[in-house]
């Protein structure tokens, strides 16, 4: 499938400024909860919360699905737009209008960090309400670190509007005289799972501190969710740190990757792919894991402005990183960090096509395409 190279295409690996990118890939950091961990919200539903689709997208919507067996959705992360609202609105106009094409999305699945700085209630009326006013399909997500960070009320976190927000039958922090532009997404957790016969999406919530904390509850269920994905469903795994990251202001975290593989050894099933946001650029790495590759991709460039460029290093992609100690079955695939963009998944039965979008200003055009199968189907 042809596609754009990057903005300014090039080789970086002789690039004299800025970060090494092998020791941004390489970063290790605790997972298990300290006292930098943010205690997790009561949930709004019962165990092992989980939302079917149909319940919210509407009967024209399911038929059209099941008549056509394929579902379309977008996603992206770090979206708000509190310093220059201009490249969010530019990316919502762009996934607006895919709304009204051949093959419309059914959703729009969120990564992560919805409102800067901190998650503030008053910064989901434009960075949310206002930003996606257009976007009439549902809007779903799972909190990133800004979104539930403590430094806006002094110990407390800032999660309570967000569950007012995804979690509310009623919305409570949008206009009441104002008709909602899309059915309320009422999630039942801050990690939860998102269910449909041709995709499973598990949203894991990774707290605020960087590199992530997941309490042992979380893990449990993760290995629970794994376990329950059929082997011919699409399942994918959304969360708002990465593993695997070479931009320069967070980089990966190893550790949070081994803690994940646990559970995925546990449960006998890997994700079919790992969405996730944090870095503000486009990633995609992939991993060889008994035999198959499993896709991580970061696309943390949904509107935020202040982009991440990747470390000193990285040479043209293609790229395996099989001579780094801990990346030895790694391969840094593809990436865009000059641009702002969201990915538009389409899935049908045993199989998924992710399309990444760059956007910038006037302009939007397919920068990556890549497809993940499931176990069933290979």
């Not at 979206?79 to 895919?98: C, F, K, M, N, Y």
């Not at 257009?134 to 779903?140: G, H, L, S, V």
């Not at 650029?281 to 943390?300: K, L």
């Amino acid at each position: 499938m042809a596609r754009a190279r990057h903005l300014l295409a090039d080789d970086r690996s002789a690039a004299p400024q800025g970060p090494d990118a092998l020791e941004l890939l390489t970063r290790r950091r605790p997972v298990v909860p300290d006292g930098s961990f943010v205690p997790l919200p009561d949930p709004v539903g019962e165990p092992p919360y989980r939302l079917e689709l149909e319940r919210v997208i509407g009967r024209d919507r399911v038929d059209a699905i099941a008549r056509t067996r394929r579902l379309t959705f977008h996603a992206l992360g770090d979206s708000g737009g509190d310093v220059d609202p201009l490249p969010q609105r530019r990316v919502a106009g762009a996934i607006t209008r895919q709304l009204y094409g051949p093959q419309p999305a059914s959703f729009l699945y969120h990564l992560g960090d919805l409102v800067y700085p901190h998650g503030e209630e008053a910064g989901y009326r434009s960075q949310f309400w206002g930003a996606y006013a257009d976007y009439r399909a549902p809007i779903f997500a799972v909190p990133g670190n800004h979104d539930a960070d403590r430094k806006a009320v002094p110990g407390a976190s800032t999660l309570d509007p967000f569950i007012s927000t995804f979690c509310s039958a009623s919305p409570t922090l949008h206009d009441a005289a104002v008709a909602l532009p899309r059915p309320p997404s009422r999630q039942p957790n801050v990690y939860w799972t998102l269910v449909h016969p041709l995709l499973r999406i598990i949203g894991l919530y990774t707290n605020v501190p960087e590199g992530g904390r997941l309490a042992n509850d979380q893990l449990a269920w993760l290995v629970g969710e794994l376990r329950a994905a059929p082997a011919d469903t699409v399942t994918i795994l959304a969360m708002h740190q990465p593993v695997y990251s070479a931009d320069v202001t967070h980089g990966s975290n190893l550790t949070l990757g081994d803690v994940l593989d646990r559970c995925a050894r546990t449960a006998g099933r890997w994700p079919d792919a790992v969405l996730t946001g944090h870095a503000h650029c486009y990633q995609r790495f992939s991993r060889r894991i008994d035999g198959r590759e499993v896709p991580h991709v970061v696309a943390g460039a949904g509107g935020y402005h202040e982009l991440h460029p990747l470390g000193r290093g990285i040479g043209r992609v293609p790229m395996p990183l099989s001579a780094v100690d801990g990346l030895e079955d790694v391969t840094l695939e593809d990436y865009e960090d000059r641009a702002h963009g969201f990915l538009t998944v389409t899935v049908t039965p045993g199989a998924a096509e992710l399309v990444y979008h760059a956007v910038t200003l006037g302009t939007v055009y397919q920068r990556d395409a890549f497809e993940i199968r499931t176990p069933a189907s290979r």
